[in-house]
Nanobody
Framework: QVQFVESGGGLVQPGGSLRLSCAASRIPFSFTDMGWYRQSPGKQRELVARITNGGGRLYYVDSLKGRFTISRDNAKNTVYLQMNSLKPDDTAVYYC?????????WGQGTQVTVNA
C-alpha cells in the first residue's frame, strides 16, 4: 500500500520558518513528480508546490513564490518543503503526494500553524 509520512510541522510566529519532510514508500519515487498540498479549515486541499522526478523543474502557486522551496532526495524517497517568511494564511495541514494527479491515498499530514 502506498504510504506517505509527513513531519516537521508546528506552531510558529509570523515571519518564522519550518522545514517539512515527507517519506514515501511503495511508489516508484525516483520516476514520480511529487508535490506538497495543503488544506486550510473550510477549504479544499490544493497543490501548492511541485517538483519533477529528477528535481530539475519546480512549480509554485503565486502566493508561495520566493518564500517556499521544494526539494527532494531520491536516495531517501523523501521530499521537503522549506518554508520561510511564514504568514497566518499559510496555516493549514500539509500533505505530500504524486503531482499533479495524486494517488487516492493520503498520509496523515502535518499541521502548520502561524500565529503570533
Amino acid at each position: 500500500q502506498v504510504q506517505f509520512v509527513e513531519s516537521g510541522g508546528g506552531l510558529v510566529q509570523p515571519g518564522g520558518s519550518l522545514r517539512l519532510s515527507c517519506a514515501a514508500s511503495r511508489i516508484p519515487f525516483s520516476f514520480t513528480d511529487m508535490g506538497w498540498y495543503r488544506q486550510s479549515p473550510g477549504k479544499q486541499r490544493e497543490l501548492v508546490a511541485r517538483i519533477t522526478n529528477g528535481g530539475g523543474r519546480l512549480y509554485y502557486v503565486d502566493s508561495l513564490k520566493g518564500r517556499f522551496t521544494i526539494s527532494r532526495d531520491n536516495a531517501k524517497n523523501t521530499v521537503y518543503l522549506q518554508m520561510n517568511s511564514l504568514k497566518p494564511d499559510d496555516t493549514a495541514v500539509y500533505y505530500c503526494n504524486k503531482a499533479p494527479t495524486p494517488y487516492g491515498f493520503w498520509g496523515q499530514g502535518t499541521q502548520v500553524t502561524v500565529n503570533a
